[in-house]
């Protein structure tokens, strides 16, 4: 949902301006269609991916990457993916095209953008889901702080699931759970840093400076994660609180309200929202088949 608000405002993300969360609530509320971003395209690959083999598979999740790129290749894609495509369909090995592309790796979002479905899958074995996640990363993204962007991007959302709404939600908790499962030192001090900004989300040029809103995933998973932490209580919120950084807004709203969503369920989520957002049922049946096979396997 949130890339959805996020599509709708890109110019927003071009101007790299902040913007408040009314101006993105009126927004959603006169536009007649939601549409996503290849953020939303490609998590909606993950899943499909993850529905049909019962789990990871990364031969069959980069086919379904490359057949929902052929169909609809105007979603915003970077350069990268579709070169990365274009050597898969020419024989060039799944887990190895994307160092051709890129000899040292990118450091980018857009494997922490997509990973949300593996949070969700694999949300009771940690273990299985860092594995997933660091294969599934390196069809794209091979750069070890892409692939950590988005092995915690995963982790959050997996953490999420299993924090109860209805209790209460230790914060400090939370953060050193996360902090457990960061290797760099990037990430380790932006994670560390969160809970001194926590006294004031509001001062959104300084939270900007010390978390990111860039396309680095550095620079954009930190300020997700933030953005779920500063506003846990409400999904509205999280979305438009991460979309008001500026910056890449769209996959920074993703990430943000994949986590919210993990932890608040779908009853949060505005049901106008939902009815307004392109191809919404097609998406509602893709997560509750999701759900079927986790609980399965």
Known sequence: MGQAIGTTIYDFEEEDRQVSSDEIQVLARVLPTLSYTDDTHMTIGVAESLIACKGFDGSHMVQRFIANYDNEPWRGYAPGPPNIFELIKQGRPWNKAAAD???????????????????????????????AVYHASRITHHHPLGVEGAIL?????????????????DVRLFISNLLGYTTKDVYRTKIASMEPLLACPDDKTRIVEELGHGVEAFNSVPAAIFSFLSNHRNFISTVTYAISLGGDTDTIA????????????????????????????????????????????
Do not use: C
Not at 153 to 169: D, G, K, M, N, Q
Not at 270 to 297: H, M, T
């Open 153 to 169: 991007e995963a982790i959050t959302v997996a953490l999420a699931v299993e924090e109860s709404p209805a209790s209460s939600f």
């Open 101 to 131: 592309i890129y000899p040292d790796g990118s450091f980018g979002n857009g494997a922490a953008m997509r990973v949300s479905p593996l949070g969700l899958f694999f949300w009771d074995n940690h273990a299985r889901l860092i594995q």
């Open 254 to 297: 993703s990430m943000a309200g994949a986590i919210s969503g993990a932890y608040l369920g779908i009853d949060a989520i505005p049901g106008d929202w939902i009815e307004q957002v392109e191809n919404r049922d097609y998406i509602l049946r893709l997560a509750n088949k999701l759900w079927q096979v986790s609980i399965k396997s």
